[in-house]
């Protein structure tokens, strides 16, 4: 009935918005679709690809050509026979695209697919009786829902173009998914970095501009990478465990979608360099009771004995506007992060505000971060190291 021919391209995550996204162009059609708000893979809801995919390094574009043969395309008479036709090859390629990026993500710790179209993995979906997904675990946002060029995509990427038949079937129909990759862990798994809290004594970008130049003066090669905001709820235990053990769970979220982030203990700690476990889970909605973030956060809380996820509660919310600047100095690759926060407790309330810099190992060799943070803590007198995460700040800051 047909044959799939697949493909494949790796891009960096952030050029892949960049160049291939634009929601503006395409919400009207969006709207006039009959599942817009009426399937939670789709719009409204879906986050703003630069921002959902600020965290990872780069995607894999994975296209499935479903080429129908001369049968399955006679067969397609009338419009109902075509619709059965078309789900029975599209519809299987699709459903086995699926399946095939939800087993690549338990193998490729912290990635995350986008889907090929619209969820169907249940006959109604649940949006549109009002209800939360009934499978958020396995539901995957629609790839042109974030507003991606679809033709273009298959076409420059893909060397695909996309085909319609005004009846029948035309010669192929495209799938088009992608799954997320975060980058190598440096130190196997280890969060190393360094933390500053920024006197709000001179203008942030004057400060932002000594920084850059502290940098390349000592041979680094530093580029811009634009700025994101982040909005992060902090949770813990009614006796603060997570707070006295020196952890950290945070659900990072961006529209309906959020990147669940567990820091354990800290490993090792020198003058404000921190080493610590980090582990991710993308989630859907921020919602703590679904099976795989239970398993994720038992194995988590481990390190905290007592503690378990139905212990946790809201803490502290914490807004940042980050800018983000990537440094190499030929041995590694570090991340250099500019950030205006502002912490709340779990009552609302006046915000507290202060401005923080981060320089965090990214790949290659981590020797030269020591050296790098020395140079700015000389060059840079005013700089205070930070003794705690951003959720250890909030709670010092809102008492
Ligand atoms: S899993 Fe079911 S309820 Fe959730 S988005 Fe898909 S179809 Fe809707």
Not at 77 to 90: F, G, I, Q, S
Not at 206 to 231: A, K, Y
Not at 259 to 266: A, V
Not at 332 to 360: I, K, N, S, W
Request: aromatic content about 8%; proline content about 6%.
């Amino acid at each position: 009935m047909y044959r799939a021919q697949v493909k494949a391209v790796t891009l960096p995550a952030a050029q892949w918005p960049e160049e291939f996204c634009s929601p503006g162009r395409f919400a009207e059609a969006c709207k006039a679709c009959p599942d817009y708000g009426r399937i939670w893979s789709c719009p409204p809801g879906v986050p703003a690809a630069r921002e959902a995919f600020a965290p990872y390094e780069r995607v894999h574009i994975v296209g499935v050509k479903v080429i129908y043969d001369e049968a399955a395309r006679a067969a397609a008479v009338t419009p109902e026979r075509t619709e059965e036709l078309r789900r029975a090859a599209y519809g299987e390629a699709k459903a086995v695209l699926r399946e095939s990026l939800l087993e690549l993500e338990k193998v490729l710790p912290g990635s995350w697919s986008v889907a090929a179209g619209r969820c169907e993995l249940c006959s109604r979906c649940s949006r549109a009786d009002g209800e939360p997904c009934r499978r958020p675990e396995r539901m995957r946002l629609s790839f042109s829902g974030f507003g991606f060029d679809l033709g273009r995509v298959a076409e420059e990427l893909l060397g695909m173009p996309l085909l319609w038949a005004a009846e029948g079937l035309p010669e192929y129909h495209v799938a088009v998914a992608a799954l997320l990759e975060r980058g190598a862990q440096p130190e196997d798994g280890l969060e190393l970095e360094q933390k500053y809290i920024v006197a709000d004594t001179q203008p942030w970008d004057q400060f932002q501009d000594e920084v850059m130049g502290v940098l390349r003066r000592m041979g680094c090669t530093v580029e811009r990478q634009g700025d994101v905001r982040q909005r992060d709820v902090y949770y813990d235990t009614a006796d603060d465990a997570l707070l006295r053990g020196g952890c950290s769970l945070r659900m990072r979220t961006a529209g309906e979608a959020a990147l669940l982030t567990w820091k354990g203990k800290p490993a090792e700690r020198q003058g404000g360099l921190f080493a610590r476990r980090e582990e991710e889970l993308p989630v859907f909605d921020g919602d703590l009771r679904g099976e795989r973030v239970r398993t994720f956060l038992r194995s988590c809380l481990a390190e905290l004995p007592g503690t378990g996820p139905e212990m946790l509660k809201r803490c502290a919310e914490v807004e940042n506007h980050r800018r983000l600047v990537r440094v190499a100095d030929g041995g590694g690759v570090y991340e250099l992060a500019f950030d205006e926060v502002a912490y709340t407790g779990p009552a609302g309330g006046h915000p507290c505000r202060e401005r923080q810099m981060e320089l965090e190992h990214k790949a290659g060799g981590s020797e030269g971060l020591a050296r790098l943070a020395a140079a700015l803590q000389s060059a840079l007198p005013g700089l205070v190291c930070a003794q705690g995460s951003k959720y250890q700040r909030a709670r010092t800051l809102l008492g």
